[in-house]
């Protein structure tokens, strides 16, 4: 434990009376007062009580009532994909009660948790020393940090002010257990702990925290422990299932992608990266809406994360020296760096902005402590000057944090203020362009809002597209309204789905009078949301305006059921059943007429057609300011040939958006379109600094041109999207697959390797992929290995049944061969090319032992009979008789093997060096010449061809059926020839002679 102060120096005790402590209650009002001083210009903003996101606008909060929906599964939709219901459902309690526009209540009811917050850090720091300095240094720290401003006002942000009330409270009742060993301090902290838990994920840490300090602090025994924590532990296990299996449904929620499945270099690099972050961004005073390092990755290139691992680490080592010394320091270490941990884990936190500023609130409560602990060593110092210089910089380092609290409560007192405030400090910030351009486009002062809309740092665009699409619509202008869906569209935003776009899109059609695809985009929004009561009163708008006056009825009552308060729905429902009760008090509906049939189906995500694109043009040469509709014009202007003026008004758009994927990916296609591939393929690799999402974008692009067979552009698309996520299978699989088509199989190898070495899920096609390339580079065991694995992920796959025959026969292993088609069989009974395949290995295999001629004509008649309509020469076939022995002396005329297709031969020409490696089952065996394949060759099918991505196969060609079931003469006359019955031979000797030089010269070809 620290010193005594009433035992320090006479020169400490005369300079800071070490025994005196200020009253709780003297300290409760001075912190009330100081914080409310602080946050008077703030008690009445409307920034962000009244956005549209406000999770005080969500339907499912506005009564009491839908308390139990809340602490469902489903509603973690609404929550970023984490489950925390006991704030929301706080929350919907207190809204029974107050109106959600009621400012100074909820900016109050901010202030307050934040207020208790900073006495519940004032408590715990009090409970490790004698002396009061520190506890109200680490209080004023907390308290006026510039963090605060975010927490204290956003109420979106509620469930980290009251997570961090549970942890700090179930830690300081435990600290009181500790102490007094009463169990009453106990139980209360134990249901704070439970409390906390339903509140943040972060709370687990609290765990580990009483953990170290019973072994390093307490020096409990571990039995001791175990029992101490033993109830705490079930706890988390309880909750802990929910945060594994509770998960909204995937069709309306999706969660970003994991992180790579290298776990130790992962947390370790995520442990460096947010510990780092926190601490030097708390340090410095940060504003709070700027996201300093947003995701992990993006620290790699700004942070030797090793060095800082190992720096951390070593801090972590000394704190726990610490303890073991009695010195609280290194609680605020372990708060600090410990709550820092689950906000980068995916496993816990599937959200993309897991490294975000928004988790800062609990590690400042751990900073506060630090700064606390530390001021509180130095005041034990005997030198004066010491303390003095300690006072000194402890207060100007308060004084600094509070200034730049009130600055940062000025700056968020109108909504253009704050987000200008954002954007000063983050340049970068997409929310902030996207925010100050809603406000001017409010305004109606479109050429303004697009200097914010359309930044040139901007790398995604949907924000801005919906904002514009909005405007649009509202001025009428329904084609570029239109336009900006579309793009909108492509860009892929995580978390709920059918939430604003949809909207926007009914909205549109409303405009458009087109009331029935108006109806369909609602009902995309209730499917994922059966409480958007702003979806349904606009759902019984347009059914009153079609006449359908019962439903709409029904539907405006279901939102008086959901929000009781909502008054301007009650008048409407009113005037509706007036509409309804008194019919000829009302006039007679318009005539409605429908919209454009062009612009119908381009806003419905159709092809457009020939009018529409023209008419997307002349708007592209009218708004030469807006870069969205001058993609999609050179888009239109490159597909009907007019390439130079495509190229120009693609290059509008790039110096508008230099950095924005699609506008890359556009320029590419119009480039590769107009012939210039050395053009694609640079405005590709010189995309500057790609982000994971850009990788999303990119990807996508590499995929459709690998369909059109534009391999250059596709390689050079997929090699950028490698350098936003290096570490996702997909693309590794999807340029291994390019690679192929270009036949560098070494290079290929290397990536599919790649692919597998991050197992985020079973990949099927990847093993098939590298067998391929396996077999290619002539390893043919280890390609049979890949296929295998492939087939047990996914038994349903034709061609990887193929190349495993095929690797097998290369090996000389026929039985192995014939067992890997039945069972292909077994697993694809309906496929023709199997069973000619295994009738064909059966009749011509080269040991004895597996060939079995009858089953061989079964499969090859199935065949026949599935293959509809037959000719007569085919039906004929299927039945001859054996042939008829020739009279003795006679010479016995061998039948002349008979050739395959013309195209048997040009594969094999063409590829003759590795001809025998894209055969059927019968062409390792008898060569291309000879083959009586009824089939057309199977060469190795890998998953990078685009009928692979495409989703689909060549099928069975009934002709090429046809023509090859011709040789089934041939083979009866072989396996009549390789199996004579005994009978026979008794009967004709020379028959019997004559027979045997046959089948030695087929063993020969053999």
Avoid at 142 to 158: D, E, R
Avoid at 780 to 797: C, F, G, M, N, T
Avoid at 889 to 901: C, I, N, V
Wanted: glycine share 6%; net charge positive.
């Amino acid at each position: 434990m620290n010193q005594d102060p009433s035992k320090a120096s006479p020169e400490a005790a005369a300079v800071f009376p070490g025994t005196y402590r200020p009253s709780f209650w003297i300290v409760v009002a001075a912190a009330a007062f100081i914080a409310a001083a602080v946050f008077a210009v703030t008690l009445r903003t409307e920034t962000f009580l009244k956005d549209p996101e406000s999770v005080l606008h969500l339907s499912l909060l506005s009564h009491g009532k839908h308390v139990p929906r809340i602490f469902g599964q489903e509603f973690m939709s609404f929550t970023g994909g984490r489950y925390r219901p006991l704030p929301y459902a706080l929350l919907a309690l207190v809204r029974t009660f107050v109106a959600a526009d009621d400012l100074l209540f909820w900016n109050v009811w901010l202030l307050v948790f934040h207020v208790l917050n900073a006495l519940l850090v004032y408590g715990v720091a009090r409970r490790f020393t004698k002396r009061s300095e520190g506890a109200l240094l680490a209080l004023g720290v907390f308290l006026l940090h510039p963090v605060a401003s975010a927490f204290g006002n956003q109420i979106n942000l509620f469930p980290y002010v009251l997570g961090g009330s549970f942890y700090l409270g179930s830690l300081l009742c435990y600290l009181h257990y500790a102490r007094s060993r009463r169990a009453a301090w106990y139980v209360v902290g134990l249901l704070l702990f439970a409390c906390g838990l339903l509140s943040s994920h972060a709370v687990l840490t609290l765990l580990l925290l009483i953990v170290l300090y019973e072994i390093f602090y307490e020096r409990t025994g571990v039995f001791r422990i175990i029992r101490r924590l033993l109830p705490f532990g079930l706890v988390a296990l309880l909750l802990g299932y929910c945060y594994l299996t509770f998960h909204p449904h995937l069709v309306f929620y999706e969660y970003p992608p994991p992180p790579p499945a290298k776990a130790l270099r992962y947390w370790t690099y995520s442990f460096a990266a947010g510990g780092a972050d926190a601490v030097f961004a708390l340090a410095r005073g940060w504003p709070t809406s700027v996201p300093v390092s947003g995701l992990v990755g993006g620290m790699y290139k700004t942070w030797n994360l090793a060095a800082v691992a190992l720096v951390l680490l070593l801090w972590l080592a000394t704190s726990v020296r610490g303890l073991l010394k009695k010195r609280w320091l290194a609680v605020g270490t372990f708060l600090l760096l410990l709550s820092v941990l689950p906000r980068f884990s995916s496993t816990e936190n599937l959200t993309p902005d897991y490294g975000s500023w928004t988790y800062r609130y609990l590690p400042l409560m751990g900073f506060a402590l630090l700064v606390g602990a530390l001021v509180d060593r130095l005041l034990e110092a005997h030198s004066r000057r010491l303390r003095q210089l300690t006072v000194a910089a402890a207060s100007v380092l308060v004084v600094l944090y509070g200034g730049l609290l009130v600055v940062a409560n000025v700056r968020s007192r109108t909504p253009e203020s704050y987000w200008r405030y954002v954007l000063e400090k983050d340049p970068e910030s997409e929310i902030a362009c996207a925010k100050l351009g809603k406000i001017y486009l409010d305004r109606d002062n479109e050429e303004e809002a697009k200097k914010y809309l359309f930044s040139r740092v901007l790398r995604a665009i949907r924000r801005s597209s919906l904002a514009l699409a909005r405007y649009y619509t509202r001025k009428g202008d329904l084609l570029a309204a239109a336009i900006h869906l579309q793009v909108a569209y492509r860009e892929v935003e995580f978390g709920l789905k059918h939430r604003e776009l949809p909207l926007i899109a009914a909205e549109m059609m409303c405009n458009a009078r087109a009331f029935d695809f108006a109806e369909q985009h609602l009902g995309n929004v209730l499917s994922a949301d059966p409480y958007n009561t702003t979806a349904l009163k606009r759902l019984g708008e347009i059914l009153a305006v079609k006449g359908y006056l019962p439903a709409a009825v029904g539907y405006l009552r279901a939102v008086s059921e959901i929000d009781p308060g909502d008054t301007e729905n009650a008048r409407r429902l009113e005037v509706i059943e007036r509409r309804l009760n008194y019919p000829e008090s009302f006039p007679v509906p318009e005539k409605m007429t429908p919209p454009d049939r062009g612009w119908l189906g381009y806003a419905m995500r159709e092809p457009a057609e020939k009018k529409t694109r023209d008419d997307i043009v002349r708007l592209a040469d009218a708004r030469p300011d807006d870069p969205v509709i001058q993609l999609v014009a050179s888009i239109f202007l490159s597909e009907r040939g007019l390439h130079k003026r495509a190229l120009e008004t693609v290059d509008r758009a790039l110096a508008i958006l230099p950095v924005y994927p699609f506008a890359r990916t556009t320029k590419s296609y119009v480039a590769y379109n107009a012939g210039k591939v050395a053009l694609a393929v640079k405005t590709l690799e010189e995309m500057p600094d790609v982000t994971p999402r850009d990788a999303r974008s990119l990807l996508y692009f590499a995929t459709t041109r690998l369909r059109a067979k534009e391999y250059p552009t596709a390689i050079a698309a997929t090699c950028a999207a490698l350098r936003g996520d290096p570490n996702k299978p997909q693309t590794h699989g999807v340029l291994a697959g390019l690679l192929v088509r270009e036949g560098r199989f070494g290079e290929a190898l290397f990536h599919y390797t790649r692919a597998l070495d991050q197992p985020r899920k079973k990949l099927g096609h990847v093993h098939n992929g590298l067998g391929y390339v396996l077999m290619r580079l002539g390893e043919l065991d280890k390609a049979i290995v890949h296929y295998r694995e492939s087939i047990a992920i996914d038994p349903k796959q034709p061609r990887v049944y193929r190349n495993l025959t095929t690797a097998l026969m290369h090996k000389g292993w026929f039985g192995k061969a014939i067992g890997a088609l039945e069972e292909a069989l077994k697993a694809i009974p309906d496929d023709a090319s199997f069973q000619c395949d295994l009738a064909l290995l059966l009749a011509c295999a080269p040991r004895a032992e597996l060939r079995n001629g009858e089953r061989a004509v079964r499969l090859a008649e199935a065949v026949s009979r599935k293959t509809k309509p037959m000719t007569a020469q085919v039906r004929s076939l299927t039945s001859l008789p054996p042939p008829t022995p020739r009279p003795a002396g006679s010479t016995p005329r061998s039948k002349p093997p008979l050739r395959p297709h013309a195209s048997h031969d040009r594969e094999a020409t063409r590829n003759s060096p590795r001809a025998s490696s894209e055969g059927s089952a019968c062409t390792a065996i008898t060569g291309p010449s000879a083959c009586p394949c009824p089939v057309p060759l199977h060469p190795p099918m890998n998953d990078a061809s685009p009928r692979c991505h495409a989703g689909k196969r060549k099928p069975l060609r009934t002709g090429s059926v046809r023509r090859g079931l011709c040789s089934l003469a041939s083979l009866r006359w072989r396996i009549e020839l390789l199996h004579p019955s005994s009978a026979e031979v008794a009967k004709d000797p020379q028959r019997a002679g004559a027979q045997e030089q046959q089948r030695g010269r087929l063993g020969n070809r053999v």
